[in-house]
């Protein structure tokens, strides 16, 4: 868990970060130079869940053995998708993206 005092606001303790793949964590589905350090660095302190339309089917392959979760949207509706993925994680969370609301639905791997 990460605790953020805020002067004159309620302390926040979040347990949950909800991160977009490309485009936050990576470019043209290719993971960042130092991402996969930072993110094996943050994931003591913090349960890590990753958010992508993986459009350029990379994801599970450049996440593979990192400490996170993988959530591939499938094609359509993904804002209740998104919806939908954050109601399954408790209120303490924070999302980082440019789709910024970090929301989803797990597709299962081994159908793939």
Same mark, same amino acid.
């Given at each position: 868990?990460?605790? =953020?005092? =805020? #002067?004159? &606001?309620?302390?926040? *303790?979040?347990? &949950? %970060? ?6 936050? %964590? ?12 930072? %993110?094996?660095?943050?994931? *003591?302190? =913090?349960?890590? *869940? ?7 089917? *990379? ?7 990192? #400490?996170?979760?993988? &959530? =591939?949207?499938? #094609?359509?509706?993904? @804002?209740?998708?998104?919806? @939908?993925?954050?109601?399954?994680? +408790? #209120?303490? &969370?924070? !999302?980082?993206?440019? !789709? @910024?609301? +970090? /929301? %989803?639905? /797990? ?6």
């Amino acid at each position: 868990m990460i605790k =953020i005092e =805020i #002067p004159g &606001h309620e302390t926040l *303790r979040l347990k &949950h %970060l909800w991160l977009d793949y490309n485009g936050t %964590l990576a470019v043209d589905g290719e993971l960042l130079p130092g991402v996969a350090e930072r %993110l094996t660095m943050l994931s *003591r302190q =913090i349960g890590i *869940r990753v958010l992508t339309a993986d459009t350029f089917g *990379r994801a599970a392959e450049k996440l593979a053995g990192l #400490p996170c979760m993988l &959530h =591939i949207l499938t #094609p359509g509706q993904q @804002a209740e998708q998104k919806r @939908a993925a954050l109601l399954t994680t +408790p #209120p303490t &969370h924070s !999302s980082r993206g440019p !789709s @910024a609301g +970090p /929301q %989803l639905v /797990q597709q299962d791997e081994r159908a793939r």
